[in-house]
């Protein structure tokens, strides 16, 4: 594939993933917990500031792989 065909391919899945009807954001609470499915996802962060503490712990499943059907 090209690059012009990539970059193209790209720009279709990015202006898809940025529609305002599939964004989710959080703030204001620190009594709020997140859980997704990071094959699944794209995630990001919009800036803070430095004096804000944020915790973010990570959890991992352990067993049988993912069903893909």
Request: charged share 35%; proline share 3%; glycine share 8%.
């Amino acid at each position: 594939m090209s690059q012009d065909e990539s970059d193209a391919i790209l720009g279709k899945l990015y202006d898809i993933g940025e529609r305002r009807e599939y964004i989710s954001s959080m703030s204001g609470s620190s009594a709020i917990s997140w859980m997704w499915d990071n094959r699944c996802t794209i995630h990001a962060r919009t800036d803070f500031p430095k004096e804000e503490r944020r915790l973010l712990r990570r959890c991992n499943r352990r067993g049988r792989g993912p069903v893909y059907e």
